[in-house]
């Protein structure tokens, strides 16, 4: 049962410190997402990736987020500093070429 | 672009009643509608999906429907177990988006015993 992994599941840091999430795509999936999920802003993209290629980032603040896939088996999603307000949950999801977007488990991240 | 609504935003009902959640979008070349089903602390399920060349798609407890001239679609949930509680997403994606989705606001979805 093919699934999209993400590390870490939990992450507290301080405010001004790096984070790094990490996410593998289903194999043989070409596009990748990335979300970030609070219960206020519900799901907003924040990055898209097509054959490793961003497409789309116009959701994620540039100057402190970024996002990358080195590779088709790993993406990454960089807060640098990250601030009290970045706390969320961010997901991952990969989709077969087509329609569907399958979501991984979400790295909880909290900002102190 | 695209924009979805989602209605409502909870919804309680009692074990063994049916639910209906309701979305409307606004592309009217959106042609792929899937569902997911967000458990607590954990991500996004897709649990069912439309295209625009079906109007209706069951599997077991739970159907959805999509009426393309009014621009909605909804999903059924019948004989509601305890473990339908969850938070429930429905989305809408265009053909020439890729894989990209627009999802709509959620609903909270409880199912009493």
């Known amino acids: 049962d093919a699934r999209v992994t993400q590390t870490p599941r939990h992450k507290v840091t301080e405010m001004g410190q790096e984070v790094t999430m990490r996410c593998q795509p289903i194999?043989?999936?070409?596009?990748v997402f990335w979300y970030r999920q609070t219960m206020m802003q519900g799901l907003e993209l924040l990055a898209y990736f097509r054959n490793r290629a961003p497409l789309d980032d116009s959701g994620m603040p540039k100057d402190r987020f970024s996002a990358e896939m080195p590779d088709a088996t790993l993406a990454t999603l960089k807060i640098q500093p990250s601030e009290p307000r970045d706390s969320a949950v961010y997901f991952c999801a990969s989709g077969p070429p087509g329609d569907t977007q399958y979501f991984g488990p979400g790295t909880r991240l909290t900002v102190l | 672009g695209e924009n979805v609504e989602q209605h409502p935003s909870t919804l309680s009902v009692q074990e063994g009643d049916s639910a209906v959640i309701k979305c409307t979008y606004s592309d009217s070349a959106s042609n792929y509608f899937p569902w997911y089903k967000q458990e607590l602390g954990k991500g996004p399920q897709l649990i069912i999906d439309?295209?625009?060349?079906?109007g209706e798609k069951k599997d077991q407890r739970i159907a959805v429907t999509l009426n393309k001239t009014a621009k909605h679609f909804s999903l059924h949930i019948t004989e509601t177990q305890p473990e339908d509680s969850a938070v429930y997403f429905c989305a809408a994606s265009e053909a020439n988006a890729g894989n990209m989705l627009t999802f709509g606001g959620g609903t909270r979805l409880m199912v009493k015993p």
């Open positions: 194999l043989g999936h070409n596009t």
């Open positions: 439309i295209r625009s060349n079906v």
